[in-house]
């Protein structure tokens, strides 16, 4: 038997004190008064022996009653099976709750949350006294970097919220490991963590680095069965969306659990009315797509939300997202000897959905092609290097170009602008005016390049082809959109880093042919500008932490703001380029009141709106795969300093932990018997009369 407090036993030292009163006060003489006739009537006697008896019996009561109370104060106990020093107020004792999106799911009608809240408040029970500990969530408050105690720390655990972030246990343990040392790097430590060990959100678990002076404990909060779906991904069917037509979105599906979802009910929301329905069957731990249609009535911004019903985990039955019907697409048209018709302008400058400006190819600022979404040469003999130089970033940074060559084009300088995108060998071939033209073969009507060009119910029927005269031949990458019957291409579609050009084989002159006057014309150019279009970010999340956006025509030194409803948030916010970076706030920086949600996000210039942002929790957080406490003592064993206990449902912890480390106490014992004792005194007093 060991004391917690051993000074305390000089207390024993009042064992005197009964002692002290049994000479001096139980020896005195005592005179009884009475009257002869009382004498008479009654005469008790005493032996000297029972007075004694009662004397010594009442004293040592007293003396028990003493002994016991300052054995309980020195709080005895049974040594514990393991010298973890726990108990000591030596080194750290660090508490790490994770308090993630996934520990909303629920075991026994509890969230995870709020069952490992209830055992970390017994467990500090443990560490009443102590000073020496660290408390932290995935929020990694300023807070977390300074010793507390047990007091402080249970205030704290009742204004836990479910934070956005995530972090992988490799990060928790360094963030406990970098306290540890600040206080004290030669002492061992006990680091806890409460969590339900997502495999998605844990990391690398096999190649954690731990430092055997440490000691940790690992108290998974888990249920059986678990399930969830959520979105994975959504994307448009075509970047461009344009507005009382039908457009369609396509969304995937995940299914993280053990069993098949059998006709769950999807629900596609526009602009707060429901626009369309679908049913989708998803097999276990496997996706599925469903499509959905719909129309906008209206250019611009539009808010979209797919919904759904699954329980218990709930956060993730919604995603937001944002469209932007019709965008105007910016074409720069750069010729040095354009077609008589001048069909390019025909086709783009009288169309409100085309931003259209054209220009000598050399007299343009080659910075203007950077803003551009489609670039059209047209004509240019030789190209330069200035317009090679800017072509290159251009490209790969999302621009499209398309080359119409002209006719008496420098070939070498075409190959010396061309190469760079995989397109070799170009020729030119001088034109003949008694050489016959070459028809155009129908195009493959199942590219997507050509999806709403042709009408579905004519799709075994012959249609009417251009005839023209190809004045270059090439060889290298692209994928051939149309072709002629002589196996030459005409037009072709290369792709280069996020960027695409496209090659045109002839002039648009009549005497090579009549493309430019034919039906395909309109379309083929109309498509070309239309998937120039950058493809639209429909929606950001949580744990991406920054958001990148295009500088708009905001003043210099613009004051940037994100609001949701009441929501209000001022993010960190720099300028790089021509981008705006915004940090997202931590959800330790804001109150529950305050608490990042999935939604849309209206972004705020000089608190004038600007633009519409959707923002969802990541998905990361939806995959509902867990570490087992078996996968975790396996994990682990060959790391004696790790503790891995069974699932917090399975027994309790915290008396399990505290036998293993502070031993039993016996204080409650000693208590007991210092009541039975007092007790003792007080029936000698009253029931035996001397």
Same mark, same amino acid.
């Given at each position: ?6 000074a ?9 004190i009964?002692?002290?009163?049994h ?6 003489t005592?005179?009884?008064?009475f ?20 004397q ?18 020195? %709080?005895?106990?049974l ?7 726990s108990?000591?107020?030596?080194g750290?004792?660090s ?13 026994? !009608?509890?969230?995870?949350l ?7 408040? @017994? ?8 000073q020496?500990? &660290? #408390? ?20 704290? +655990? ?15 343990y ?17 680091f806890?963590?409460?969590?339900d060990? &997502?495999?998605?959100?844990s990391? *690398? ?16 909060v888990q ?13 448009? !069917? ?7 037509? !039908? !457009?369609?979105?396509k969304?995937? +599906? ?8 059998? =006709?769950?009910?999807?629900k ?5 009315? %429901? ?15 469903a ?9 611009g ?9 699954? &329980? ?19 074409i720069?048209?750069?010729y ?12 783009y ?38 317009l ?17 060559p ?10 010396t602008?061309l ?12 034109? *003949? ?30 249609? *009417? ?20 019957r002589?196996g ?29 006057e ?17 493809? %639209? ?11 990148e ?6 003043p210099?030194?613009a004051?940037?703001?994100l609001?949701?409803n009441?929501? @209000?948030?001022?993010?960190? &916010?720099?300028?790089?380029?021509? *981008? ?8 330790? =920086?804001?109150s ?7 939604g ?40 004696p300093?790790?503790?891995v ?23 409650k014992? #000693? ?14 007093i009253?029931?035996?009369k001397s």
């Amino acid at each position: 038997m060991q004391f917690l407090y051993p000074a305390v036993l000089w207390g024993l030292l009042a064992l005197a004190i009964p002692l002290i009163i049994h000479l001096f006060n139980f020896r005195r003489t005592r005179k009884v008064l009475f009257t002869n006739v009382a004498f008479l009537k009654k005469v008790e006697t005493e032996t000297s022996s029972f007075r004694k008896l009662k004397q010594w019996l009442i004293m040592a009561s007293r003396m028990l009653f003493i002994a016991a109370l300052v054995m309980a104060f020195a %709080q005895p106990f049974l040594p514990a099976k393991t010298d973890s020093g726990s108990g000591s107020a030596v080194g750290v004792n660090s508490l790490y709750l994770d308090n993630s999106l996934s520990m909303e799911n629920t075991a026994a !009608n509890k969230r995870y949350l709020d069952l490992a809240i209830v055992k970390l408040d @017994e467990l500090l029970t443990l560490f009443k006294n102590a000073q020496n500990l &660290q #408390f932290l969530t995935n929020d990694y408050s300023g807070d977390d970097q300074f010793l507390s105690n047990a007091s402080k720390i249970k205030d704290r +655990l009742t204004s836990i919220i479910f934070s956005n972030s995530h972090r992988t246990l490799g990060s928790v343990y360094k963030r406990q490991e970098m306290l540890a040392d600040k206080i004290n790097h030669d002492t061992a430590n006990n680091f806890f963590w409460f969590s339900d060990f &997502q495999k998605s959100t844990s990391g *690398n678990l096999s190649g954690l680095k731990l430092d055997s002076i440490n000691k940790i404990y690992l108290v998974p909060v888990q249920s059986e069965n678990v399930h969830n779906v959520f979105v994975d991904s959504v994307w448009m !069917n075509s970047p461009f969306v344009r507005e009382m037509q !039908n !457009n369609q979105v396509k969304v995937e +599906l995940h299914n993280s659990g053990n069993e098949a979802i059998t =006709d769950l009910p999807v629900k596609l929301v526009m602009d707060n009315t %429901q626009s369309s329905t679908a049913s989708v069957s998803i097999p276990p731990s496997g996706s599925a797509i469903a499509n959905f249609s719909f129309t906008v009535r209206e250019k611009g911004v539009h808010r979209g939300e797919i919904s759904f019903e699954d &329980q218990p985990v709930n956060f993730d039955n919604k995603y937001y997202f944002v469209i932007n019907a019709s965008p105007p697409v910016d074409i720069l048209h750069l010729y040095q000897n354009k077609s008589r018709a001048d069909y390019v302008s025909r086709m783009y400058a009288n169309d409100s959905m085309f931003v259209y400006n054209s220009a000598n190819v050399n007299n343009i600022d080659p910075a203007r092609i950077q803003l551009a979404d489609l670039v059209v040469l047209e004509g240019i003999i030789s190209p330069d290097a200035g317009l090679r130089t800017a072509l290159i970033p251009f490209i790969t940074k999302g621009g499209s170009l398309l080359i119409i060559p002209a006719a008496n084009m420098d070939s070498v300088a075409y190959n010396t602008l061309l190469s760079p995108f995989g397109i070799s060998n170009l020729s030119k071939h001088t034109y *003949n005016a008694d050489e016959p033209k070459v028809d155009m073969m129908e195009p493959d009507r199942g590219n997507p390049f050509f999806a709403d060009v042709f009408d579905r119910g004519e799709s075994n029927t012959h249609i *009417n082809v251009p005839a023209v005269w190809p004045n270059i031949q090439w060889t290298g990458a692209g994928e051939n959109l149309l072709t002629l019957r002589n196996g030459n291409r005409f037009l072709t579609k290369t792709n280069f880093a996020a960027g695409l050009v496209y090659l045109l084989a002839s002039s648009l002159e009549p005497e090579y042919g009549n493309f430019a006057e034919h039906a395909f014309f309109v379309p083929t150019l109309f498509k070309i500008a239309a998937l120039s279009i950058k493809p %639209q970010r429909l929606a950001y999340n949580f744990s991406e932490a920054v958001i990148e956006l295009p500088l708009s025509d905001s003043p210099p030194n613009a004051i940037y703001k994100l609001k949701n409803n009441e929501l @209000e948030i001022l993010p960190v &916010q720099r300028v790089v380029g021509k *981008n705006v970076i915004l940090e997202l706030p931590n959800t330790a =920086d804001m109150s529950a009141e305050d608490e990042l949600r999935s939604g849309f996000y209206e972004l705020l210039i000089d608190n004038k709106p600007s633009d519409l942002l959707a923002i969802n929790h990541a998905s990361v957080e939806s995959e509902m795969e867990f570490y087992k406490p078996e996968e975790l003592k396996e994990i682990f064993a060959k790391n004696p300093n790790v503790t891995v206990f069974d699932n917090i449902l399975d027994g309790d912890f915290v008396s399990t932990f505290a036998a293993n480390n502070f031993g039993k106490s016996l204080w409650k014992y #000693f208590l007991f018997a210092a009541l039975f004792f007092l007790l003792i005194e007080i029936l000698l007093i009253r029931f035996i009369k001397s």
